[in-house]
């Protein structure tokens, strides 16, 4: 499985910003689809992610509220749809794919074998 990241930039404090992730080179069935950040000096985390088969999501406690996934299987992309953003969310931002996914392993960065090259999202004050 391929994975293709897009849709970063710079906003402003308080605006909105949608990743999407194209997934390419196999079926997804089964999968369970990450978005993951990392930001300047510090480790990479989770942040939201999805079953592929059901749809049902996970999201990191924090981040509950102001960002959404979803999954559109006739693209076969996931996006990440982040709103009211805040300095704080600066980072690279990655999908990942796994499959076989569990409940259990969707926010575990380590369960991943598969990672788009990430996205920068910039948000400025």
């Known amino acids: 499985v391929q994975l293709q990241a897009s849709g970063g930039g710079l906003v402003l404090a308080g605006g909105s910003l949608r990743l999407s992730c194209v997934a390419s080179?196999?079926?997804?069935?089964?999968?369970?689809m990450g978005w993951f950040r990392q930001a300047p000096g510090k480790e990479r985390e989770f942040v939201a992610g999805?079953?592929?088969?059901?749809?049902?999501?996970m999201y990191a406690e924090s981040l509950k509220g102001r960002f959404t996934i979803s999954r559109d299987v006739t693209k076969n992309t996931v996006y990440l749809q982040m709103n009211s953003l805040k300095p704080e969310d600066t980072g690279v931002y990655y999908c990942a794919a796994k499959p076989r996914i569990i409940t259990s392993s969707i926010g575990v960065s380590s369960q991943y074998p598969y990672w788009g090259q990430g996205t920068l999202v910039t948000v400025s004050s």
């Open positions: 080179g196999g079926t997804l069935s089964g999968y369970g």
């Open positions: 999805i079953k592929w088969t059901g749809g049902s999501t």
